[in-house]
């Protein structure tokens, strides 16, 4: 028998089945919770990646800067399904302060790490705190929020995204120039109790509890099945090579582990990411837009600072500051988007316009050298982040709302997941072709005589610091080597860009709920457009 928390200042007790919407006040209140819980998040997100040059060069490690990202990524992809289904079954508020407490968890080991395996490892503690963070906050916008107002209140997050954006670079510069890197995890503590004060404090929502199994071997299943995928495109394949027989069964095995997951997803009471979800071509085509765009924003994200530290030789700080044009665009596409979708319902358009956006921005990354003027990388940093916040929370919303509300959690974690997953991936394979690339080039730009000297400027490549000490001429053969081996980064993702162009043409649009909407079928919409143009 069905027991009901007693109904809060968050609203009334909610309805079997039934929407639960909340009136504006009540849901500025807990989005208050939401933001804080999320910014905790995503400034780490920004913070680390203006840090990431100076760490790897402290402990002489290039070739592993890709796992400081892709283990966080790991553990936020992997954890994310479990906990949306988790907190379907036990309700939002309990599990988002979990989320925050492994979340701080990570940052106090990252920032006692004494090596760059360590700081992998407890990275990988912070991602799945991350993972809560992320997947939940939207989850409990689907709960309060009717679709057709979504798009107003997403400008609340884009301010939040913003404001990471905006402030990760920048303190995680001053951080890494004044106290040392390890600051920009122990400033997640301040933070992180504040958030958690707000969120005990006001995420207070009615839950309806109900009998529960958690599919414990499905999570098990996933996460072996996307570990398993990460280590051959980022380990073994770069290292022992992508016919030898390691990298070979590793990615047998991942075919194989994603196999199982989706017999054991078909016969659990209780999966994780329920199958049936996509049986809509809306979600289905939204999650593999999502999964797309993450594998190549993530390269944008990772290598810029790279490439303004190592070649264009500005320190943490001012290296933030420069990333503000890609900010700035993602803030001014966001926000005009979203309300322009609440007040239409309409929604299909932005993902089309932001996968043409997204592929123009990474064919002009890829044209960068080492004379590249500034304004003109504004120029594209900018055009990539308006291409990003044309989607990022668009497809969120176009997916929830085409699923059963007792399916919100764990479709709002499953799209999620998706983006992260493409984002570890892609990650992954960012990195294996920077390093691979970059001595191909190596090899073509050092004259015959000194090509004795390969190996010792890809190893220099290891660090920004000794980058910046070789004489010339092998600093120059170095930079140009490293400046070409990221231009074919930039170009990799093209291709799947291309994919995700197609989906966003070929996924359905169904007009979004409004307040008083009981929910609509998928399919529903386009049948009311098939009858009104018969009827004209």
Known sequence: MSTTEPATASGAAPTDGGPNYLSHKQILVVLGGLMAGMFLAALDQSIVGTALPRIVSEFNSLDKLSWVVTAYLLTSTASTPLWGKISDLYGRRPLFIAAILTFLAGSVLSAMSQNIEMLIGF???QGLGAGGLMSLAFATIGDVIPPRERGKYMGYFGAVFGLSSVAGPLLGGLLTDGPGWRWIFWINLPIGL???????????????????????????????????????????????????????????GSVVLAIAFVFIELRVAEPIIPMDLFKGRIFSGYAGFAFLLGFAMFGALIFLPLYLQAVKDLSPTRSGLALLPMIVGIFSASIPSGQLMSKTGRYKIYPII??????????????????????????????????????????????????????????TSTMTFFRSMGGAIGTAVYGAVLTSRLKVHLTDLVPQAAQGMVDKLADAANSVQALHLLQQPMKGWALHGLVDAMDDVFLVSLPFLAIALILAIITPEQRLAGRNDGPKPEGEESLESSAAAAMH
């Open 123 to 125: 990275r990988a503690v």
């Open 354 to 411: 932001s996968a043409v956006m997204v592929s123009g921005a990474m064919v002009l990354l890829s044209t960068l050298s080492l004379s590249t003027p500034y304004w003109q990388l504004a120029i594209y940093m900018f055009v990539m982040g308006a291409g990003l916040g044309l989607s990022m929370q668009i497809t969120v919303t176009a997916a929830q709302n085409s699923v059963p509300r007792q399916h919100m959690g764990s479709a």
């Open 194 to 252: 504040v958030a958690l004060g707000i969120v005990s404090a006001v995420l207070k929502l009615p839950h309806v509890k109900r009998s529960h199994k958690i599919d414990y071997l499905g999570a098990a299943t996933v996460a072996a099945a996307v570990t398993s995928l990460l280590l051959a495109v980022s380990w073994s394949g770069p290292s022992n090579g992508w016919g030898t027989g390691t990298t070979l069964a590793l990615l047998a």
